[in-house]
């Protein structure tokens, strides 16, 4: 089953507690990509640019909206996501708990809605 | 409030309150399984019982600790869950099917009253109808830490890592199965004993391995000292069988060591570098005495011989040395009883004092085609431990990388790092 792993925290705090080493990865990162590529877990994944950067689109009875950053104000920002293939819900939340982010922010599982028969 | 979500706030941050309210906590629970366990015995309906008692759980932690506690706590908290149950049938009086059960358990739960010394202890029974066979092998312990201990659903699963929504559904499945399925509250045939016995015990000693990985400086965590407590309930129950002494002194062997496993800083100790002057000779000793009664009753179990390979590491405390020879012929033993990749591991990590690291690499690559290993964290630290050891240095850096990225604790992916560090000075 396959399970989105979304990385929500304060996103300065997440980016001063980033160590980058030559490779342009914190060694925790890397190591915990390693340990999914090895598992056979990892389908995926990005770490998302800080939310300055970002615009928020809506389209209503107005028209259409073009707004500087996330849509709601919230302490927490979405600083990046991925998605594994495990067997179900246990599995993802041990997953989940082993991701370096999980220290300074929340981690949230969500299972994907399968599109086609899988 | 009910006295499934009362649970966690029972420790008290004011410190005055915190012996009273700990020894009512004692008292409660011991009165908490004892009656869901009698009052579900002949209706199998666990969840009838629990609601019978959650006001009256709720309310006994509430009081005690400020009132006192009870002379007879089980007819304190049978008197409380009566008047409940009165609420409920006159709640009820509409829906039939629910009536039937309800007054059936309003009727045990008076005569219970008029007579509270007399209520049998069915704890033991209630144990084994959570292990049974038919009942799925993850949801036993969680079953165990709920109806024995009152736990509530969301502390069970935040304790054993599972989402809190999945963890309540399962209960409730796992529940109606023992109801539906017809399963008894007894104790097994002698024939079947060892093996019900065994998936018993198994349950209580999961429940303490997940609390082992937690380690918060100078607090126990709550499912070590839950897994402690059914441990000794066990034995106390169960006086005859070895195997439960077996488990509660691997247990308490285990226990032992706990405030020597991190240092000062909050860093990671490994078992060999542990200084064996903050080991608890008590518990030790506990523990000892327990084995020695368990070893006198026959053929070694499972956990005895897991308890004597602890008991030859605590002996590093008195002789400065460990008896590795001792271990080694201990894990082989063990291999022949348990077919797991664990004690596979563990056997390999003792084999590398006997015969050295390079023995013991050519085993630990070996043991990488069980792809249970692939995810095993324990496996890729001793892994690049070994390694480093044996000089290979390349097989040790990745193995350790991924030791870090399957640890959820960050004083052991500290140490791990170090090790990395180690790597590239040595």
Redesign the interface.
């Known amino acids: 089953m396959k399970y989105l792993l979304l990385i929500h925290g304060d996103e300065s705090k997440m980016s001063a507690a980033t160590v980058v080493d030559e490779t342009g990865m914190s060694?925790?990162y890397?190591?915990?990509?390693?340990?999914?590529a090895?598992?056979?877990?990892l389908l995926g994944g990005e770490r998302l640019r800080p939310t300055k950067e970002a615009a928020s689109v809506r389209v209503g009875e107005d028209g259409t909206q073009v707004l500087d950053g996330p849509y709601a104000e919230t302490r927490e920002q979405l600083g990046g996501y991925y998605m594994i293939d495990v067997s179900g819900?246990?599995e993802a939340?041990?997953w989940a708990?082993?991701c370096p982010a999980?220290?300074l922010g929340t981690i949230e599982?969500r299972p994907i809605w399968p599109t086609r028969a899988e | 409030m009910c006295a499934r979500c009362c649970w966690p706030q029972r420790l008290m941050p004011n410190d005055l309150n915190h012996g009273s309210h700990r020894v009512a906590e004692q008292i409660a629970r011991q009165s908490y399984g004892r009656l869901v366990a009698f009052l579900a015995a002949r209706t199998r309906d666990l969840p009838g019982a629990e609601d019978a008692l959650a006001d009256a759980f709720a309310a006994a932690l509430r009081l005690w600790p400020s009132e006192g506690i009870p002379e007879n706590p089980d007819a304190w908290l049978l008197t409380v869950a009566r008047h409940r149950q009165t609420d409920a049938l006159r709640r009820h009086q509409t829906r039939q099917k629910g009536m039937e059960h309800l007054s059936l358990m309003a009727e045990e739960i008076e005569a219970a009253t008029a007579a509270p010394a007399e209520i049998p202890d069915r704890r033991l029974a209630l144990m084994f109808a959570c292990a049974h066979p038919e009942i799925e092998c993850?949801m036993r312990t969680p079953l165990i830490l709920q109806t024995i201990l009152g736990l509530p659903a969301h502390d069970v699963a935040a304790a054993l890592?599972?989402?809190p929504a999945?963890m309540g559904q399962r209960l409730v499945r796992a529940k109606a199965r023992i109801k539906n399925l017809g399963i008894a509250f007894s104790l097994p045939e002698r024939q079947d004993l060892p093996e019900r016995l065994d998936a018993v015990l198994e349950a209580v000693y999961a429940a303490y391995a997940r609390g082992w990985n937690e380690i918060e400086p100078g607090d126990t965590p709550q499912l070590v000292e839950e897994a402690v407590w059914l441990g000794e309930l066990t034995v106390q129950l169960l006086p005859d069988e070895p195997e439960a002494k077996g488990m509660l002194a691997l247990m308490l062997y285990a226990e032992a060591r706990r405030s020597a496993r991190r240092d000062a800083d909050g860093a990671f100790v490994p078992l060999e570098q542990q200084n064996t002057a903050l080991w608890d000779v008590h518990r030790i000793g506990q523990a000892e005495t327990l084995l020695h009664q368990a070893n006198r009753a026959g053929p070694s179990g499972r956990y005895q011989i897991e308890a004597a390979i602890q008991s030859a590491h605590t002996a590093r405390r008195l002789s400065g040395q460990t008896s590795w020879p001792a271990i080694v012929a201990l894990y082989e033993h063990l291999q022949t009883i348990v077919a797991s990749p664990v004690v596979a591991l563990n056997h390999i990590a003792a084999l590398a004092e006997t015969k050295g690291p390079i023995v013991a690499h050519q085993a630990i690559v070996a043991l990488a085609a069980d792809k249970r290993m692939?995810?095993y964290q324990p496996y890729?630290a001793t892994r690049g431990h070994l390694a480093a050891r044996a000089g290979y240095k390349d097989d040790a850096y990745?193995a350790l990388?991924?030791?870090?990225?399957?640890?959820?604790d960050?004083a052991v992916?500290q140490y791990l790092?170090q090790q990395i560090v180690g790597l590239r000075d040595g």
């Open positions: 060694p925790d890397h190591a915990y990509n390693n340990a999914m090895k598992a056979g877990v819900i246990d939340v041990q708990a082993r999980a220290r599982v | 993850a890592m599972i989402s999945t692939a995810d890729w990745e990388t991924l030791a870090i990225g399957l640890s959820s960050e992916r790092r």
